[in-house]
């Protein structure tokens, strides 16, 4: 997309040689078949006692990424890790500029919607790396596509997080994405890309949106089409597009290859609109007590997405299923095993809102 340098004094602080997947390259590729990534770690003088894991760190990053998707897009990775007053990172094609609070620092960015060192401290060192397949190897068209580079590289940062540490950490990471961003979303759409916020001046609405919404909004096509059809999408999508300039509607095609769900109304809704779902969910019981219908109505718009409900049996036992809400009204049968006596909405991984 662009060359770059970085002209700072620096120090090495390691190297090491990643082995990734080999694959064909794409006809107009101008790199062949990679098995290995040479990765350098600099640092300023002040962050290299800081940074004495990054390289063991970035190279597990980089590896889980290539394995992910089935190819390094480029032969050599270096990260410079710079010392600064507020953390943040830019990615271009090779290299990884890493900013490094010092303790010094004056200011304070915890209330920050992207601020996830205390659930994560090595998030924006993931996000930063993913941008070399996401933003670099694969580009983006316009401004309404820009979520393509921030909201996958924001993913792929909490699918490595969850490597890291466990599924557990995906959930709280994607429960608190959506709680950050739910207040702001009459902001604007995914789709309206970097002037998100711009008539209030505001960054946080901006990075609410189009980092963590888009995060969220993955996730959500994650769990409505399954894991199989989600990272086949990806897949296709990289190997369609590296070395290109995408839109959203090459995305939506990519996944809408592998899987009968229809994804026109789903991309729409969440990636072009910016309101949510009213629904009112309902239950009955039918045939004897042998099967359990539980009803999801929507009040105004209608979207596609995954809702979780929680069942809870007279015996005691509880369980949780996850719904894929199509339509208006919406219904899924249930076969009881044993009496059923409430169905309730338990969902932190989706955006909704109850009516009344």
């Known amino acids: 997309r662009y060359l770059a340098c970085l002209i700072s004094r620096l120090m090495p602080v390691g190297r090491s040689v990643i082995d990734v997947p080999v694959v064909a390259p794409a006809a107009a590729s101008p790199i062949g078949p990679l098995t290995s990534v040479v990765l350098d770690v600099l640092s300023t003088p002040r962050m290299a006692p800081r940074n004495r894991q990054t390289t063991a760190r970035a190279g597990a990053i980089l590896r889980f990424y290539a394995d992910t998707i089935a190819e390094a897009p480029y032969p050599m990775l270096t990260i410079a890790a710079l010392d600064d007053n507020l953390p943040g990172g830019h990615s271009p094609a090779y290299f990884?500029?890493?900013?490094?609070?010092?303790?010094?620092?004056?200011?304070?960015?915890?209330?920050?919607?992207?601020?996830?060192?205390?659930?994560?401290?090595?998030?924006?060192?993931?996000?930063?790396?993913?941008?070399?397949?996401?933003?670099?190897?694969?580009?983006?068209?316009?401004?309404?596509?820009?979520?393509?580079?921030?909201?996958?590289?924001?993913?792929?940062?909490?699918?490595?997080?969850?490597?890291?540490?466990?599924?557990?950490?995906?959930q709280s990471l994607i429960a608190t994405m959506r709680e950050s961003s739910q207040p702001v979303l009459n902001q604007g759409p995914i789709a309206l890309g970097y002037r998100v916020g711009h008539i209030r001046n505001d960054a946080r609405v901006y990075r609410s949106i189009l980092y963590n919404k888009s995060a969220v909004v993955l996730h959500m096509l994650r769990r409505y089409i399954g894991d199989d059809a989600f990272f086949a999408g990806l897949r296709r999508f990289y190997a369609e597009w590296r070395f290109r300039k995408a839109g959203t509607d090459d995305l939506q095609a990519a996944f809408q290859a592998g899987t009968p769900q229809p994804l026109d109304r789903f991309f729409e809704q969440w990636i072009r609109g910016f309101t949510v779902p009213r629904i009112r969910l309902t239950w009955r019981v039918e045939d004897d007590g042998k099967t359990g219908v539980i009803r999801i109505e929507q009040a105004k718009d209608v979207f596609d997405f995954p809702l979780t409900v929680a069942l809870q049996f007279g015996d005691g036992r509880s369980e949780e299923r996850t719904l894929r809400v199509a339509g208006a009204v919406f219904e899924e049968r249930v076969t009881l095993s044993a009496p059923l006596r409430k169905v309730s909405v338990r969902d932190s991984l989706s955006y909704y809102e109850m009516a009344r």
């Open 96 to 170: 990884v500029a890493l900013h490094q609070a010092l303790p010094t620092t004056p200011y304070s960015w915890a209330a920050d919607p992207v601020a996830f060192e205390s659930m994560y401290p090595h998030f924006f060192l993931a996000h930063e790396i993913a941008h070399q397949w996401w933003g670099q190897a694969v580009g983006w068209r316009n401004y309404h596509d820009q979520w393509l580079s921030e909201g996958l590289s924001q993913y792929f940062a909490v699918l490595f997080a969850a490597k890291d540490r466990g599924p557990d950490l995906l």
